[in-house]
């Protein structure tokens, strides 16, 4: 987002340095900042909400039976993909793929700090919580901190599956389920065995 000029018939837009040298103060410019900042997070709000909606929508067509095969397999490949198996900030629910090296996080979108371990979300620091999350206290650091890390999500993103595929996806859908979506639960190191979620079938969810 940036401040167009106003000189009719010119296109070109201000840079945050343009703008913090032509302001007449420090109070000015920290002024114009927080704006920018509040009319990036209404429509980061907006886009949410209409996402949010169309959800609701997909899930609404699924519970009343009005999707097809190809359509329910398809949403159910997009949550699990999408998901379950992305890791997202808690707050806002922006993407991210891996930690820089610091397990307390925070998100490039709403600027939340969050662990990367467990997820909190913890306010504007999540440095005080990480020291103490009981996820991290669960796993040994003998391979190496982001080893065990790795290992740690990996172990989260198969309950979650296999969860999601026992309790939302119906009997006959799930090992269907399972083979469109295989490819992705080998790039992020899960395994589920189609065989395995049939074996433990809970009863069928009324959809």
Same mark, same amino acid.
């Given at each position: &987002?940036?401040?167009?000029?106003?000189?009719?018939?010119?296109?070109?837009?201000?840079?945050?340095?343009?703008?913090?040298?032509?302001?007449?103060? +420090?109070?000015?410019?920290?002024?114009?900042?927080?704006? #920018?900042?509040?009319?990036?997070?209404? %429509?980061?709000?907006?886009?949410?909400?209409?996402?949010?909606?169309? %959800?609701?929508?997909?899930?609404?067509?699924?519970?009343?039976?009005?999707?097809?095969?190809? %359509?329910?397999?398809? $949403? *159910?490949?997009?949550?699990?993909?999408?998901?379950? #198996?992305?890791?997202?900030?808690?707050?806002?629910?922006?993407?991210?793929?891996?930690?820089?090296?610091?397990?307390?996080?925070?998100?490039?979108?709403?600027?939340?700090?969050?662990?990367?371990?467990?997820?909190? +979300?913890?306010?504007?620091?999540? *440095?005080?919580?990480?020291?103490?999350?009981?996820?991290?206290?669960?796993?040994?650091?003998?391979?190496?901190?982001?080893?065990?890390?790795?290992?740690?999500?990996?172990?989260?993103?198969?309950? $979650?599956?296999?969860?999601?595929?026992?309790?939302?996806?119906?009997?006959? #859908?799930?090992?269907?389920?399972?083979?469109?979506?295989?490819?992705?639960?080998?790039?992020?190191?899960? %395994?589920?065995?189609?065989?395995?979620?049939?074996?433990? &079938? #809970?009863?069928?969810?009324?959809?």
């Amino acid at each position: &987002m940036a401040l167009s000029c106003s000189v009719h018939g010119c296109d070109a837009l201000w840079t945050h340095a343009e703008l913090a040298a032509a302001l007449q103060s +420090d109070a000015h410019f920290a002024d114009y900042v927080a704006k #920018l900042t509040a009319t990036a997070e209404c %429509e980061r709000a907006n886009v949410l909400s209409v996402r949010h909606c169309a %959800e609701l929508e997909q899930q609404r067509r699924l519970l009343s039976g009005e999707l097809t095969r190809d %359509e329910t397999l398809g $949403l *159910h490949k997009r949550h699990i993909e999408e998901k379950l #198996l992305n890791l997202h900030c808690p707050r806002c629910t922006t993407v991210f793929d891996a930690n820089d090296g610091c397990f307390a996080l925070t998100c490039g979108s709403c600027r939340t700090g969050f662990c990367a371990w467990c997820l909190l +979300d913890c306010g504007p620091d999540a *440095h005080k919580h990480v020291g103490t999350c009981a996820l991290l206290k669960q796993y040994s650091k003998d391979a190496g901190v982001e080893a065990t890390w790795t290992l740690c999500h990996r172990a989260r993103r198969t309950a $979650l599956v296999s969860e999601y595929v026992r309790s939302r996806v119906r009997a006959e #859908l799930r090992p269907d389920v399972l083979r469109e979506v295989a490819g992705t639960l080998r790039r992020v190191g899960v %395994e589920i065995a189609i065989q395995a979620v049939a074996a433990r &079938m #809970l009863p069928s969810p009324k959809v």
